[in-house]
C-alpha cells in the first residue's frame, strides 16, 4: 500500500510494510528468503544490490565456520557453543544460537545450491582456521559469500519477495522507544530532488547493512561499502564491543585478504622507497631465516594480527610491514622468487609448513609454482582483476577486514529499540576472538533468529508519521546544496586519521585528538561536506553516517584505554613509547555499551549473559506448542 505526503515543497511517497530489511548481502537476503516463505509483508531496501561485502569480497578459499559434519571428529551444539564463548565478550545465549543454528542455514544453503564441496558419501569435510582448532571450516572457493548471495537473491526472487533497488536509508522514524519507519533517498530520482525522499512505514527493521566499512583508509571491504550504523546511534541504539576489530595483511587497490594460501606457498615480503628504489626484504631485518619462514606459513590460518602474537608470534609479520609503510615506504608480496634469495632451501621449512606442503604436493618451485598446484583458483581471482601473481608483485598494507562489534543485540538479534533488528556483521554477536569464518555462519543464524521473532511478535497500534523529523532532514540536504563539492576531501580525511590513530596500533593521545577533529566536523560539518549537485548528496550523506559512527568507535576505544586495558584481540596499546602489557581476558567477562548523546557519548559496562544450560529433554519439547510452532 503507498499514498503520498507532503512537507513544503516535497512530496513523499509513504510505503507501509509490517517489515523493511535494509541490506542486499548475504545476511539481508537471508532473511528475505525466511520472510519470503510465510505471509507478511516485508521489502528489501538496498543502496544497490551489486554492493557490498558479501558480494564483492573474499580470500584464497573463503571461510564458512559451521558445526562439523564430516568424519570421526567429535563436536557438539554444546561445544561449540563454548568455543564461541570463550572467545571473550561473547553473550553465552548468542553463541549458543550461532551453534545450535549453524547446521540448519548451512544446509539451507546448501539446498539452494551454494557449491561446498562433499565426498561421493555426502560428508563436508572441513580444515583448521584462525582461532579455532577443530576442523569446523568449510569453502566454496574464494568466492564463497558471493555464491551465497547469488543463491539467495535467486531464490527471493523465485519467491516474488519485493526489492527496492537505488535506495539510500538515511534516517530511523522511532515513536516511544519502538520503530515506526525509515526515510530513505531514491538515487534515481535525484534529478528533481523535490521527488527524491520516500518513507517506508513499518512495524520492524531489519538492519544488514554490513560492518563500518568506510571507517578507514587502510581496508579490505570494498570500495561499494559504507556501512550504516550513525542513523542508528542517532536514534538511540546502543553499541557494544566497538573496540573490537580484525585488522590483517591485504592488497592495495585491488582489495583482497592474502590470507591462506596466499601465505601458505611462502611468498617473498619486501618494500621500496616510494619510486621503486632500494628493494629491501625487511623481515630478515629481525627475524631468522627459519624464523622467518615458520611466521609467514602460521600468517596463512593466524591471518588476523593478534596482540598475543605480537612478540614472538606470526603478528610480527603485521607490525613489520605497518612500520614499513609508515616510514614512507611501500610494502609488497612478490610470488615469482622464493624469500631469503639464495639461501632458500626446504630444509629450513618447520614441521608443520613441511609436512603442510608435502601432502599438499606442493614441495617444490617457487611460491607462484606452488600456488597454482594447491590453489589455482586464489591465483585466478588476481588474474581476473588484471593482476598476473606469475610476473607482478601485489602491494600491500595491514587493513581493516571486519568489526566484531557493532549494534547491541539481544539472543533474537533484537535492539534497545524496540523493532529494530540488526543482522550480520551489523550486530555485535562476535567477541574479542572468533573464529575465521564465523561471520558468514551469522548472517544465516542471525536472518533466522531475527526472522522467527519478527514473525512472532504482537501487532502494534500504528504511530503517526513525525514530520517533523523528516523536514529537518529535507533542511539538512538542502543546506548541503552549495556552489562547490569537497566530499571527497571529507571523505580522506576523516579515513586518514582512523588508519593512522585507531587501527591495531592506538594510544590514548592520538585516539583523543581524532575525537577533537571529530567533533570539529560535526559541528562544521555543513560546509566541510556539501556538495555542489543533488546527484553528490547520497555522498554528503554517507559521510554524515560515517562521521557520528566514528566519533562512537572512537570514544569506546578512548574509554576502554582510560580504564587501563590492555591489548588484546585485534589491537596493542602504546604509551611512553613503548606497549601496554599484555593481560589475557583482560575485561573478558564484561562488555562495553556505547550510547550516542548528542554530541558525547556515555560508557556504560555489563556482565556478559552466561550460556543457557535449557531443556532438551525430548518428549517434554515435543509437548510444548510454541518450539512445536518454531
Known amino acids: 500500500m503507498k499514498n503520498k505526503v507532503t512537507i513544503g515543497k516535497y512530496a513523499l511517497t509513504v510505503h507501509h510494510y509490517n517489515t523493511v530489511i535494509i541490506g542486499s548481502g548475504a545476511a539481508g537476503l537471508a532473511a528475505a528468503y525466511e520472510l519470503s516463505k510465510g505471509d507478511t509483508s516485508f521489502c528489501v531496501v538496498t543502496e544497490g544490490i551489486h554492493m557490498g561485502t558479501s558480494r564483492n569480497t573474499g580470500s584464497d578459499k573463503q571461510t564458512y565456520y559451521k558445526l562439523s559434519v564430516a568424519g570421526d571428529t567429535k563436536d557438539s551444539v554444546r561445544q561449540m557453543s563454548r568455543d564461541l564463548f570463550v572467545g571473550g565478550c561473547m553473550n553465552g545465549d548468542t553463541a549458543l544460537c550461532q551453534a545450535a543454528l549453524s547446521a540448519r542455514g548451512f544446509f539451507n544453503l546448501v539446498n539452494i545450491g551454494v557449491p561446498f564441496p562433499s565426498n561421493e558419501f555426502g560428508e563436508y569435510a572441513g580444515y583448521k582456521t584462525d582461532h579455532d582448532n577443530t576442523l569446523r571450516a568449510v569453502s566454496a572457493g574464494p568466492l564463497t559469500s558471493k555464491y551465497m548471495v547469488e543463491h539467495l537473491e535467486k531464490e527471493v526472487k523465485k519467491n516474488d519477495a519485493e526489492i527496492v533497488d537505488r535506495c539510500l536509508a538515511v534516517e530511523l522514524l522511532v515513536k516511544d522507544g519502538r520503530i515506526n519507519g525509515l526515510v530513505t533517498l531514491n538515487t534515481d530520482k535525484l534529478d528533481d530532488i523535490t521527488e527524491a525522499f520516500s518513507i517506508f512505514k513499518c512495524k520492524n527493521i531489519i538492519l544488514a547493512t554490513g560492518g563500518p566499512a568506510g571507517l578507514y583508509r587502510d581496508s579490505v571491504y570494498p570500495h561499494s561499502q559504507t556501512g550504516s550504523s550513525g542513523f542508528a546511534f542517532r536514534a538511540g541504539a546502543l553499541g557494544a564491543n566497538l573496540t573490537e576489530w580484525q585488522y590483517g595483511i591485504a592488497s592495495v587497490g585491488f582489495r583482497w585478504n592474502l590470507s591462506g594460501s596466499f601465505q601458505q606457498v611462502l611468498p617473498r615480503y619486501y618494500s621500496t622507497q616510494s619510486d621503486g628504489s632500494d628493494e629491501n626484504e625487511f623481515l630478515y631485518d629481525s627475524m631468522s631465516d ?3 619462514l615458520a611466521m609467514t606459513f602460521l600468517k596463512g590460518y593466524q591471518w588476523p594480527f593478534d596482540a598475543r602474537k605480537a612478540v614472538n608470534g606470526s603478528s610480527r609479520i603485521d607490525l ?42 606442493a614441495m617444490f618451485g617457487t611460491p607462484i609454482e606452488r600456488l597454482l598446484k594447491m590453489n589455482p583458483k586464489a591465483y585466478d581471482v588476481y588474474k581476473s582483476n588484471g593482476i598476473d601473481l606469475k610476473s607482478a608483485p601485489i602491494e600491500i598494507c595491514v587493513a581493516a577486514q571486519h568489526c566484531n562489534g557493532g549494534l547491541a543485540v539481544d539472543a533474537d538479534c533484537q ?10 556483521e551489523a550486530a555485535a554477536t562476535f567477541g574479542i576472538y572468533r573464529p575465521g569464518g564465523s561471520a558468514l555462519n551469522a548472517t544465516q543464524v542471525d536472518a533466522l533468529r531475527a526472522t522467527q521473532k519478527v514473525c512472532t511478535r504482537e501487532s ?18 538542502e543546506r548541503l546544496l552549495k556552489d562547490k563539492n569537497n566530499t571527497a576531501v571529507f571523505r580522506d580525511r576523516l579515513q586518514k586519521r582512523m588508519s593512522d590513530n585507531a587501527s591495531f596500533l592506538r594510544t590514548a593521545d592520538g585516539i583523543k585528538t581524532c575525537i577533537n577533529n571529530c567533533l570539529e566536523d560535526i559541528a562544521d560539518f555543513e ?53 601496554r602489557p599484555f593481560v589475557d581476558g583482560d575485561f573478558a567477562d564484561v562488555i562495553q555499551h556505547m550510547e550516542l548523546c548528542g554530541t558525547g557519548c556515555v560508557a556504560k559496562w555489563m556482565p ?7 531443556e532438551i529433554w525430548f518428549e517434554n519439547l515435543l509437548r510444548n506448542d510454541e518450539y512445536t510452532e518454531n
Open 290 to 292: 627459519e624464523d622467518l
Open 460 to 477: 502494534q497500534d500504528s504511530c503517526e508519521i513525525d514530520e517533523t523529523k523528516i523536514a529537518e532532514l529535507i533542511d539538512l540536504s
Open 608 to 614: 556478559v549473559r552466561p550460556i543457557p544450560n535449557p
Open 527 to 579: 560546509e566541510k561536506s556539501c556538495v555542489d549537485s543533488p546527484a553528490r548528496l547520497p555522498f554528503a550523506l554517507r559521510n554524515r553516517d560515517l562521521l557520528d559512527t566514528q566519533l562512537v568507535y572512537l570514544s569506546a576505544m578512548l574509554d576502554y584505554i582510560e580504564k587501563g586495558g590492555s591489548g588484546r584481540g585485534s589491537f596493542v596499546v602504546e604509551e611512553n613509547g613503548s606497549s
Open 415 to 424: 535492539t534497545n529499540i524496540d523493532g529494530l533488528f540488526a543482522i550480520g
Open 320 to 361: 613489520a610491514v605497518f612500520k614499513e609503510i609508515r616510514a614512507g615506504r611501500r610494502g609488497y608480496l612478490d610470488f615469482a622468487k622464493n624469500p631469503l634469495g639464495k639461501r632458500f632451501d626446504f630444509a629450513l621449512l618447520s614441521d608443520e609448513c613441511k609436512d603442510y606442503l608435502e601432502a599438499s604436493e
